[in-house]
């Protein structure tokens, strides 16, 4: 399995930006190509449950929440096993740790659809905090 790593997290203003990192480890000749996982990124704050914010497949097809949906962008660099999350026009709300997952095809031969159910995940990262100061 893949290692995800994410960064990139931080105290910002309302309305301020911040980029979020997922470095994903393991891509090698005996292992699926990046390129084929779906991969996402999910929020959780004390108290509450985890929600999802936005996927990308393998295809480049995204998913986003409604509430982030026209400020979030998710992208992904195949030749850098990373995958971005661009947040702008941050709100108070958006404050929570971000989490970055993915999701391996079943064999090599095939890629994996964006998703918002985060129990189509097969690994985790650690996740990170995001702050956003009113």
């Known amino acids: 399995q893949a290692q995800l790593i994410e960064s990139g997290g931080g105290l910002v203003q309302v309305g301020g930006s911040l980029r979020l990192s997922c470095a994903a480890s393991g891509r090698t000749a005996n292992s699926y190509a990046f390129s084929s996982y779906a991969m996402g990124w999910f929020r959780q704050v004390p108290g509450k449950e985890r929600e999802f914010v936005a996927s990308?497949?393998?295809?480049?097809?995204?998913l986003y929440a409604d509430s982030v949906k026209g400020r979030f962008t998710i992208s992904r660099d195949n030749a850098k096993n990373t995958v971005y999350l661009q947040m702008n026009s941050l709100k108070p709300e958006d404050t929570a740790v971000y989490y970055c997952?993915?999701?391996?095809?079943?064999?090599?031969?095939?890629?994996?659809?964006?998703?918002?159910?985060?129990?189509?995940?097969?690994?985790w990262g650690q996740g990170t905090q995001v702050t956003v100061s009113s």
């Open positions: 997952a993915a999701v391996y095809p079943p064999d090599s031969n095939i890629g994996v659809r964006a998703s918002s159910q985060e129990n189509d995940y097969n690994t």
């Open positions: 990308i497949g393998w295809n480049e097809v995204t």
